[in-house]
């Protein structure tokens, strides 16, 4: 799955197009690496989102096409 799909389908981020910006912007990482929209997150893949001061790591844990509010929490895990 795009990692701009997998923001919006997991709520980490709610629009795909916000989700788009921040990645396009540098802010989004994948496995510590700059990423693009368009890079295909895998299970065990770490994301992080940085803004401002804020710092948010998130590991996958699970990848549905399209998901409920309550599967969408199964499918990430915050590190803090």
Do not use: C, P
Not at 32 to 46: E, G, L
Not at 66 to 75: I, L, R, S, V
């Amino acid at each position: 799955m795009r990692l701009d799909k997998f923001l919006k389908v997991s709520r980490i981020i709610k629009r795909r197009t916000v989700a788009k910006e921040y990645v396009d912007k540098g802010h989004v990482l994948l496995n510590d690496k700059i990423a693009k929209a368009s890079s295909i997150v895998n299970v065990d893949d770490v994301i992080t989102i940085s803004l401002k001061d804020k710092q948010s790591r998130y590991k996958i844990l699970n990848i549905f096409e399209y998901a409920t509010e309550e599967k969408a929490k199964t499918m990430f895990l915050e590190i803090k």
